[in-house]
């Protein structure tokens, strides 16, 4: 069974930094590509940031890019987010998932991954 279990959520004011944390088991992580999505109330869920299987390579929302950092750690199994210079309008709902090696397409796409865990609330308000 596949488990991702995010955490690091919580209430920031405006410029301040979160790190969300997304352990995985139950599938050999190294061999998955990552990802992070949010979902603001009553908005569509959105692509933030993914990483690919070894680290190398990785991708980020426009909104996000210069700010977030996507990294992940294969001997821990783990995925996370560093979130700097926080914005009111990053207030959501932040997902991890995980790769489904047998759909193709873009890291961008949420059909590209099949597990996702619970979510973690981040709010950024002063």
């Known amino acids: 069974q596949v488990q991702l279990a995010e955490s690091g959520g919580g209430s920031v004011q405006p410029g301040g930094s979160l790190r969300l944390s997304c352990p995985t088991s139950?599938?050999?992580?190294?061999?998955?590509?990552m990802a992070w999505f949010r979902q603001a109330p009553e908005k569509e869920r959105e692509f933030v940031a993914a990483?690919?299987?070894?680290?190398?390579?990785?991708f980020y929302a426009d909104t996000v890019r210069d700010r977030f950092t996507i990294s992940r750690d294969n001997a821990k199994n783990t995925v996370y987010l560093q979130m700097n210079s926080l914005k009111p309008e990053d207030t959501a709902d932040y997902f991890c998932?995980?790769?489904?090696?047998?759909?193709?397409?873009?890291?961008?796409?949420?059909?590209?991954?099949?597990?996702w865990g619970q979510g973690t609330q981040v709010t950024v308000s002063s």
């Open positions: 139950g599938r050999t992580f190294s061999d998955y590509a």
């Open positions: 990483i690919s299987r070894g680290g190398t390579q990785t």
């Open positions: 998932a995980i790769e489904n090696l047998y759909v193709r397409g873009s890291y961008r796409e949420a059909n590209k991954y099949d597990y």
